[in-house]
């Protein structure tokens, strides 16, 4: 590629891109009429895109994926029969603001304890979640009542009221094998694969969605999926039915953020094309407006120099404009820095509209 340009865009031609002047922010407060953003995932990917939007509304809520069953989720889940608290306490975490107040609290949450008894492993802040979960029980109220006392920026809800299990259908799981295909159940076992993942499926299957989700993805201005574990963390999203159907028939703006680097032990030996077109197979009624992909990642970083116009094609294929930025922290890790990523979902916003006033 010749030279960086910021925020470079490959766009599909039958796309509308008329730009929009923003009413949101990269610092300070932001306005009162910042944007309605509805983001999807789970674990540290949606942490990440969290703590940036964070950056440019209030007006935010978190839909959180729900099938970890490993560590301390994993424990409560089966001796509770509750929803794994584990990627709920990093939205919260995430969504903690900036100050003394914030700080303190998402490093209180996060904290686990010590020692190989009973409580060893487990996190502060999901055994909070589980009591108020008890104690109330309505996992929507109790997590609104944990983000008051942590003072979060936005909201965090959970994807559906049930907890759930993944089944991959995985090729040379058994590496004496490499050529066939097993079923392969649960989120901890998927993401630890030494095969190539195929898809997935939800257990039970079309589980219901939280109505809350439901509506704060219909209501939304943006929708933002993405970054994550691309099997585990972003794709169950579509697999709820009335959650699926929400995103295809939302007035919101849609986009997917591609992650830094292949995820060893789940997308091992992708492409950045072939995390999209496992979206497409996935979800193929799905349209997207904007693809944001870190552009070091694909000119030489950790997927290596990329087939642009592959990965063009893929973008068109979900009608979406492909957004080339720098978002990946400077350290070299495949982590996205906060900063640079809020500035990119800024300029997104601005140029491909529906910011503000536009209904």
Known sequence: MAGYVPGRQLQNKAADRSAVPSRATTAGKPRANAPRIAALGGGQGLSASLSALRRLTTALTAVVTVADDGGSSGRLRTELGVLPPGDLRKALAALCGDDEWGRTWSEVIQQRFSGTGELGGHAVGNLLIVALWEKLGDPVAA????GRLLNVQGRVLPMSAVPLDIEAEV??????RPAELSPVRGQANVAVTPGTV???????????????????????????LGPGSWFTSVLPHLLVPDLARALVETRARRLLTLNLAPQPGETEGFTPQRHLEVIADHAPGLAVDAILVDE????????????????????????????????AAADGTPRHDRELLAAAYDRIFRTHGRIGPWR
């Not at 257990?203 to 939304?220: G, Q, S």
């Open 198 to 224: 195929q898809s997935i499926r939800l257990l039970p299957d079309a589980p219901p969605a939280v109505p809350e989700a439901v509506a704060a993805v219909r209501e939304a201005d943006w929708v933002v």
């Open 296 to 327: 070091r990642a694909v000119t030489g970083g950790a997927f290596g120099v990329a087939d642009l116009a592959g990965l063009e094609k893929a973008a068109e294929r979900m009608g979406a404009a492909l957004v080339l930025d720098r978002v």
């Open 143 to 146: 997590l609104d009542w944990v």
């Open 171 to 176: 090729r040379g799981h058994d590496p004496a």
